[in-house]
C-alpha cells in the first residue's frame, strides 16, 4: 500500500512520453491506483500517438494533462500545480529526446514545464532502440542527470519492438511500481543488514520425490520487499517458492533444511538481524535413494531424521544480532510463542493461529501478535502481510531504540 496517514494519500505524476513502451505505463497506471496512489498523468504529443489520454483518463480517474498552451487545461490543472502536487514524478517510458531535453534544461511542452518546476525527486524509466541507449550523447546526458540527483530505471535487456535484441525495453511495471515505492519511503532501516528466510524446504526422497509443507513464502518475501523500500540491504534466503525475488535483495534459493542453515550461517556475523519466516523442515528422509522408489504391495515405511533446529542455533551463537522468529500454531498460541521466544533466546516472535481465516499458510493476510522478552504482548488485526512486514520492522526498530538506552 502507499504510506497513508502520515500525509494522506501519494501522489505519482506520471509523465508519458511517446514510444512504443507507452502501452506498459498504462499498466502501470493501474497498478499504482490499485496499490493507493492518487496518479495524475501528463502526455506528450509523441505520447499520445501511441495511445490515447482517454485510456490513461479511465484508470487514473483524473483528465490528463497535455498541453501547456490550453486554456481549459491550465485553469483546470495547471502545470505549476502539477509540479507542486507531484510526491515524485515519473517518466516512464522516456525517451532520448525528452531526457536530452531535460538534461539541456529545454522546457517547451507541459511535461518539461513541470519538470522544470517541481521539488519533487524524480524518476526516469528510459526505453528505446539499443544503439540509441548506447549513443555516447544520451550516455552523457543520463550521468549528468545522475549528478544531478534524478534517479533511473536501467532498461530491460530482451527483443525490442524495433525487431532488434539488446538493452532498451522499459522494466515491468510491477519493477518500476517497487522503485516508486522504494524512493517514497522513510529510510529508517538504512545501516540494517537483515538476513530473510522464506518459503518451505524441499526434503528430497528420491530423484522425483520430496517431502515440505505448504508455505508459500510470501511473509519473508514481504519482509524483504520492505526492508528494501526502507534502507535496508537484505539477503533473502529462500526455499522453493513461486514468487519473484523483490528488487534490490540478494537472493540465495536453496532447497533442504541443511542449505538454508549453511547460507545463513555465512551470513550470520554480518547480520544485524536474521528473521526467520521460512517454514524450516522438521525432518528429512533418512536416506535418499539414488532411483526412484518403486510401489510396492504393502505399507512403505519412511524414516525421518530430524533436521537442526536452525534458530536455536542462531540464539546460542548470539552477537548482538536482532533474532525474530515466527511461530506457526494450531493451538496455544501465546503459551507456545512463549516458549519459543525463551528457548530459542530470541528478541521477539511473530506468532500466528494458522487455524483462523486470513491467517492460514498460503494466504495474503496474516492476524498475527508480537510478543517480546520482556513479555509484552501485542496482538494485531487482519492485515496484509505486507503491512506487518512492517509493523514488525517499527517493532525493531523500537526494541533497537530501547536496547541503546539500556
Ligand atoms: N525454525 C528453525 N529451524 C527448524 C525449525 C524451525 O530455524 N528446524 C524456526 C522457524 O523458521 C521459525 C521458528 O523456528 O522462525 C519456529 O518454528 P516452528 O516450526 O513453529 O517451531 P518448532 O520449534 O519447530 O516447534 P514445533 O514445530 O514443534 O511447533
Do not use: W
Not at 296 to 318: A, F, S, V
Request: hydrophobic share 40%; glycine share 8%.
Amino acid at each position: 500500500m502507499a504510506e497513508k496517514g502520515e500525509k494522506g494519500t501519494r501522489t505519482v505524476v506520471l509523465g508519458v512520453s511517446g514510444g512504443i513502451a507507452c502501452y506498459k505505463a498504462v499498466e502501470l497506471v493501474r497498478l499504482l491506483v490499485r496499490e493507493g496512489f492518487a496518479v495524475q498523468v501528463m502526455m506528450t504529443r509523441g505520447a499520445m500517438e501511441f495511445v490515447t489520454p482517454l485510456t490513461f483518463q479511465a484508470l487514473s480517474g483524473r483528465p490528463v494533462a497535455t498541453e501547456i498552451f490550453s486554456l481549459t487545461q491550465e485553469s483546470e490543472i495547471g502545470h505549476i500545480n502539477l509540479a507542486d502536487q507531484a510526491d515524485l514524478l515519473v517518466i516512464a517510458p522516456a525517451t532520448a529526446n525528452i531526457i536530452g531535453k531535460i538534461a539541456s534544461g529545454v522546457a517547451d511542452d507541459l511535461l518539461t514545464t513541470v519538470l522544470m518546476a517541481t521539488r519533487a525527486p524524480v524518476l526516469i524509466a528510459p526505453s528505446m532502440n539499443v544503439h540509441m541507449y548506447e549513443n555516447p550523447i544520451l550516455q552523457e546526458n543520463i550521468r549528468k542527470l545522475k549528478r544531478l540527483g534524478y534517479h533511473f530505471m536501467e532498461p530491460v535487456e530482451g527483443y525490442l519492438a524495433c525487431g532488434y535484441e539488446g538493452k532498451g525495453r522499459l522494466p515491468e511495471p510491477q519493477d518500476i511500481v517497487e522503485q516508486i515505492q522504494g524512493l517514497l519511503k522513510k529510510k529508517d532501516l538504512a545501516g540494517e543488514r537483515f538476513l530473510i528466510t522464506a518459503g518451505p524446504n524441499h526434503e528430497p526422497l528420491d530423484p522425483v520425490r520430496y517431502i515440505s509443507n505448504r508455505s508459500s513464502g510470501k511473509m519473508g518475501y514481504a519482509l524483504a520487499r520492505s526492508g528494501v523500500r526502507r534502507g535496508a540491504e537484505v539477503t533473502l534466503v529462500s526455499g522453493p517458492t513461486s514468487l519473484s525475488p523483490p528488487a534490490g535483495v540478494r537472493l540465495i534459493p536453496v532447497q533442504t533444511a541443511a542449505e538454508m542453515r549453511q547460507a545463513i550461517l555465512q551470513g550470520y556475523s554480518g547480520a544485524t538481524a536474521v528473521l526467520m519466516a521460512a517454514a524450516v523442515a522438521d525432518y528429512h528422509p533418512e536416506k535418499f535413494v539414488a532411483k526412484k522408489i518403486k510401489k510396492g504391495k504393502g505399507t512403505l515405511r519412511l524414516n525421518l531424521k530430524p533436521n537442526p533446529d536452525i534458530l536455536r542455533e542462531l540464539g546460542m551463537k548470539k552477537n548482538g544480532q536482532i533474532l525474530v522468529g515466527f511461530a506457526a500454531e494450531t493451538e496455544s498460541l501465546i503459551a507456545n510463542a512463549k516458549k519459543k521466544l525463551r528457548e530459542k533466546n530470541l528478541d521477539l516472535i511473530v506468532a500466528n493461529d494458522v487455524t483462523k481465516e486470513g491467517s492460514g499458510f498460503d494466504g495474503d493476510t496474516n492476524i498475527a501478535t508480537l510478543l517480546d522478552r520482556r513479555g509484552a504482548v501485542h496482538p494485531l488485526p487482519l492485515m496484509s502481510k505486507d503491512e506487518l512486514a512492517d509493523r514488525i520492522y517499527d517493532y525493531l526498530i523500537a526494541l533497537k531504540k530501547r536496547r541503546e538506552k539500556e
